[in-house]
């Protein structure tokens, strides 16, 4: 299966909230100024993580990853929040084509044969969404970036900035009226650009073509792992029958955010993740000679991973932190 690339913001769930707020004075302002005229952070950034899903909208942009080279990935995006409902195509030099359909919690994938892999979604977290932005203003400091138009849209900038050193950092432009993220940069944790998200076109209409979302038939292929969570590492552990434990180390600010078990012939394994508001660290495990890809689990590029075996089990533990806290926590793992 090829490896789509991944959207640089959140896409955290939750129903719309709140008024738009009203738009930013025709001159720019000067930075200091923003402080006092851009909106509160709070409320805007939870605008900002649920625009997605409350807007129907086409999107044509760029996409700049240093995990494929750094080279330009054309994307464009249909999406009905309302129905959640959501296709994806991504255009590389050199590379097939990929054409995602997501349909609430099924997803196809187009493979470069033509056929389409199917694969049933899950809810990521067991933390709540009020939860989620508790941690990101715990661990992360929110500062204005300024004001810049992108794609033809008045967007307000954010900072967002780790409080312990070593974690990821993000800028984000928001389309000031709608609070869709037209602009994302992704920082790892040892202060390297990452990637770039960037739209260039976008369309905010009353509906989209149904047939942009229809359910591909034909050469539909299944892809055969049964997937149950998120739980609890205790409900995990009964799962799959073998040890769910938290590693004895877990960076300062991480909270566990739930267990997903995986199941593919005789292969089980069971995927772990933790997070501080903004980045996540996710550990697989499975048994020696498991079958089971790691990317199985919840797909998600992280900057850093490192995988081994230990006691007859293989491990692959990925995030955006640095590879000397990765390590760290993989040698606390038990």
Not at 55 to 73: F, H, L, M, V
Request: with cysteine; glycine share 8%; aromatic share 8%.
């Amino acid at each position: 299966m090829s490896r789509s690339p991944r959207l640089s913001w959140l896409a955290l769930l939750l129903a719309a909230v709140g008024a738009a707020y009203a738009a930013p004075p025709e001159a720019p302002p000067s930075i200091a100024a923003l402080t006092v005229c851009q909106p509160v952070t709070a409320d805007l950034l939870t605008k900002a993580f649920t625009a997605h899903d409350t807007i129907i909208y086409y999107a044509q942009g760029e996409i700049r990853d240093s995990a494929n080279g750094g080279g330009p990935t054309t994307v464009r995006i249909y999406r009905n929040g309302r129905q959640d409902l959501t296709r994806r195509e991504y255009y590389a030099p050199g590379q097939p084509d990929v054409v995602i359909i997501e349909r609430g919690r099924e997803r196809w994938q187009k493979q470069p044969d033509g056929s389409w892999l199917h694969e049933n979604l899950l809810p990521q977290m067991l933390i709540g969404f009020a939860q989620r932005l508790d941690l990101l203003t715990a661990n992360y400091a929110i500062e204005p970036a300024g004001e810049r138009t992108i794609a033809g849209r008045q967007c307000w900038g954010y900072n967002i900035l780790p409080k312990a050193s070593g974690n990821p950092s993000r800028l984000m432009f928001i389309d000031a009226e709608t609070h869709l993220p037209l602009r994302t940069e992704n920082v790892n944790g040892l202060g390297d650009l990452v990637s770039v998200t960037n739209y260039s076109e976008v369309r905010y209409v009353d509906s989209l073509d149904a047939d942009l979302f229809r359910a591909p038939s034909g050469n539909v292929e299944d892809d055969g792992i049964e997937r149950e969570g998120p739980m609890s590492k205790v409900d995990a552990e009964a799962q799959t029958g073998f040890a769910v434990r938290e590693p004895d180390y877990v960076p300062d600010g991480y909270r566990f955010a739930g267990a997903l078990t995986l199941r593919q012939g005789r292969s089980v394994a069971v995927h772990m993740q933790w997070f501080d508001g903004l980045s996540i660290i996710s550990l697989f495990k499975q048994r020696s000679g498991g079958t089971l890809p790691s990317g199985s689990g919840w797909t998600r590029h992280h900057a850093n991973s490192v995988s081994w075996t230990s006691d007859g089990f293989s491990y692959q533990l990925m995030g955006d932190i640095i590879p000397a806290e990765l390590s760290r926590m993989r040698d606390s793992v038990r």
